[in-house]
C-alpha cells in the first residue's frame, strides 16, 4: 500500500538552531499536510500544501510541495524549547483517506 | 472557536468491560474520523462518517468495536468487552471535506489502558 517515511527519526538540537526534515513516498501526493503533536495531545495542522512547488510559511515554518510530488519538507528556522514534539507529513491516499508517516521527534536543548 | 471535544481523557478499565468514548466535532464539519495511535502502529484510522453516515469501517480491528454518530455534534466509539491490546490513544478528528479539503482538525485524544 501507499506510504509515507519521514527522515529523520529523531532529531537532537541546541536552541537557535534551524531544523529540516522530509517526507517521501514511492507514489504521488496531491496534498501534502504537516502536523504536531505535543506531548499528551492530539496532532494540530501547521501548514498545507495544495500545488508542486508551493513553498508556504507559518511563522518560523516553512514547507515546500516537492516538484515531482513525491515529497515535501519542513524547516524550522531558530528552533526554541516550544517546538519540541513529533512532526507528521500526511497526504491523502488512493481511496481518499489520510495516509500518515511514521514522525519525526524533535528535541531542542535550551 | 471551540475545536474537537473528547471525553474522558484517560480512561483506565478492565479486561472485559465495555468502554464508551465521547466526541464533539468543530461545528459545521461534515467529516468525523476516529483514529487509534500505538508506538507500534502509530496512527490508524478506524472509521469515518459523514453527515451522520458511517462510510468506510474497514479500519475497525474486531466486532468488538463499534461507533455511531446519532447527531451532526456527537460521536462515541464503544468497545465491547476491552482487552489489554485495545490500550491506546484514541483520537477524534473532523473536517470539512474528505475530497477537496483534507484539513482534519484532532481533539486532544483518550488514553485508554486496559488491564
Known amino acids: 500500500g501507499q506510504q509515507l517515511n519521514q527522515s529523520p527519526q529523531s532529531m537532537f538540537i541546541q536552541e537557535g538552531e534551524d531544523v529540516s526534515m522530509n517526507c517521501t513516498s514511492s507514489?504521488?501526493?496531491?496534498?501534502w499536510l504537516w502536523y504536531k503533536q505535543d506531548p499528551g495531545e492530539g496532532p494540530v495542522l501547521l501548514i498545507a500544501?495544495?500545488?508542486?512547488?508551493e513553498l508556504t510559511s507559518n511563522g518560523r515554518l516553512t514547507a515546500q510541495f516537492g516538484i515531482t510530488r513525491k515529497d515535501s519538507f519542513l524547516n524550522i528556522s531558530a528552533s526554541i524549547p516550544s517546538d519540541v514534539g513529533i512532526y507528521f507529513c500526511a497526504g491523502p491516499g488512493n481511496t481518499g483517506k489520510l495516509i500518515f508517516g511514521q514522525g519525526t521527534t524533535l528535541q531542542v536543548k535550551p | 472557536d471551540a475545536g474537537v471535544i473528547q471525553s474522558p481523557r484517560h480512561e483506565v478499565t478492565e479486561m472485559g468491560q465495555e468502554v464508551t468514548l465521547r466526541c464533539k466535532p468543530i461545528?459545521?464539519?461534515?467529516?468525523l474520523f476516529w483514529y487509534r495511535q500505538t508506538m507500534m502502529r502509530g496512527l490508524e484510522l478506524l472509521i469515518y462518517?459523514?453527515?451522520?453516515?458511517?462510510?468506510?469501517d474497514s479500519g475497525m480491528p474486531e466486532d468488538r468495536f463499534s461507533a455511531k454518530m446519532p447527531n451532526a455534534s456527537f460521536s462515541t466509539l464503544k468497545i465491547q468487552p476491552s482487552e489489554p491490546r485495545d490500550s491506546a490513544v484514541y483520537f477524534c478528528?473532523?473536517?470539512?471535506?474528505?475530497?477537496?479539503?483534507?484539513?482534519?482538525?484532532f481533539g486532544p485524544g483518550t488514553r485508554l489502558t486496559v488491564t
Open positions: 461545528s459545521g464539519h461534515d467529516y
Open positions: 478528528a473532523s473536517s470539512l471535506g474528505v475530497r477537496g479539503d483534507y484539513e482534519q482538525y
Open positions: 500544501l495544495y500545488k508542486a512547488g
Open positions: 507514489s504521488i501526493f496531491n496534498t
Open positions: 462518517f459523514n453527515n451522520n453516515v458511517p462510510i468506510d
